[in-house]
């Protein structure tokens, strides 16, 4: 949040206001770079490189920021918010093996991080009202990534990702 300062020194603080909705799903994948030896692979990797895969169940955490609208009091209709997790991300990854069965991670290893980028892309076009300004996706209870809004402008985490 910044303060702009105006004439006079008086300092204007904008409010940013995020909503964030939580779901759930569980999935399975596995850790596997062709390009690395088997040997390699085992090293890097450890047990997620078992080619049999293991599961999560994963938590994610999707929070829109903008100005409520006057005339409603809300970023942006949540139950349009719940139909579109349900739709892009639930019905696409749920009881799914990543590594086959989600065509958006099939040459990637899809590790928490790659998992929620692919999340961001998938939902940033379909946030309409407001902007996606976070997607948090929990792997455990004890770990967690965040993508967040204006990462690719800093010219380095996003820069060229689209391409991938
Ligand atoms: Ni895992």
Redesign the pocket.
Known sequence: MEGQEISGGLILTQIMVRITRKIEFSAA?L?HNPKFSDEENRRIFGK?NNPHG?G?NYVLEVTVAGDPDPNTGMILDLKELKDILQREIVERMDHRFLNYEVPELANRIPTCENIALVIWDLLEPKITRGHLDRVRLY?SPDLYVDCTAGAAANGSAGKGRRSA
């Open positions: 994948h850790y997620c293991h999560h792997e």
